[in-house]
């Protein structure tokens, strides 16, 4: 039933009850003639009673749709040109993390229906390295404001990039294949994360403690890959054969050579089921 229908039946059953109380009572002569007439006078506040729930349902409608227009805001983030490298860190909380790589300026793009404090955006440089800091304070209700949060986080192509992304209670879509990553570090306590890995120039190394559902690795191709598994009793699927699985638990690809662009990767935490695939199968 409808909140409104069931609040306005709730009022018809109680005005039942009190008119059924009050003919008893009238019918047992324990109220006097005076009495029920001023009863009677008082029937006009069922009508008073209903249309301030209408006004009030209305009004509340009218406040949840002028909530649920989602704001968009555009954050442009610094870049220095004389920098060869540039480090991203990344603390994102309750709601959906999109990197990708930028059209034209890096940025970072926050769409949001709760009004909410603007994400802190800090840098600093170290010798010839820009390093960028993205940080959001946590919400006051986190349960409403994670389905409404949701960040997309644009990097530049053709410089060098490490990566390092603490994420608490949320879901990460990464796809880092036009970029050049060197170093690439993920922190995560809950939700589903992808991870698209890029070509490397010559070496891609990666650290990642993964403590929530699902966490998918997908591999590029026609490199060597190494993966290895500090947490034993973490479930592996890699389902299109690709790597081989050596005695100390770890997985490498067939294919690729050693002494060309490789691939590093250190697995930890109490993920559910990691998945590991190669970028060729997943296009095909």
């Not at 506040?45 to 989602?70: C, E, F, P, Q």
């Not at 800091?133 to 209700?141: E, G, L, R, V, Y």
């Not at 608490?168 to 970029?179: K, N, T, V």
């Not at 662009?261 to 559910?272: L, Q, T």
């Amino acid at each position: 039933m409808n909140p409104l229908a069931r609040r306005i039946a709730l009022l018809g059953s109680a005005f039942c009850l009190l008119i059924g109380v009050f003919l008893l009572s009238y019918n047992l002569r324990l109220i006097s003639e005076e009495a029920r007439g001023v009863a009677l006078g008082l029937w006009p506040v069922l009508l008073i009673l209903a249309g301030i729930m209408l006004v009030a349902d209305s009004t509340r409608k009218r406040a949840s749709a002028h909530s649920s227009l989602a704001r968009t805001v555009v954050f442009s983030l610094p870049r220095d040109p004389r920098a060869a490298e540039l480090t991203y860190r990344v603390q994102f909380s309750y709601g959906r993390l999109q990197v990708g790589p930028s059209i034209s300026q890096p940025r970072l793009v926050t769409e949001q229906i709760a009004p909410s404090t603007s994400p802190s955006i800090t840098e600093q440089h170290l010798g010839g390295r820009h390093e960028i800091t993205i940080a959001a304070s946590q919400p006051i209700f986190p349960a409403h404001f994670q389905l409404q949060n949701v960040w997309r986080l644009e990097l530049p192509c053709g410089v060098p990039l490490h990566l390092s992304f603490h994420l608490h209670e949320a879901d990460l879509s990464m796809d880092m294949r036009p970029l050049e990553v060197e170093s690439f570090d993920l922190r995560t306590e809950a939700g589903n994360h992808q991870v698209l890995l890029c070509r490397p120039r010559k070496k891609l190394s990666a650290r990642i403690y993964a403590s929530g559902s699902n966490l998918s690795l997908i591999l590029p191709s026609s490199v060597f890959a190494w993966v290895r598994l500090l947490n034993p009793f973490c479930r592996v699927d890699y389902p299109q054969g690709d790597l081989e699985r050596k005695e100390d638990g770890s997985l490498v690809s067939t294919g690729g050579s050693v002494t060309r662009e490789s691939v590093e990767i250190e697995v930890d935490g109490p993920v559910r089921t990691l998945l590991l695939d190669i970028a060729d199968a997943v296009e095909a």
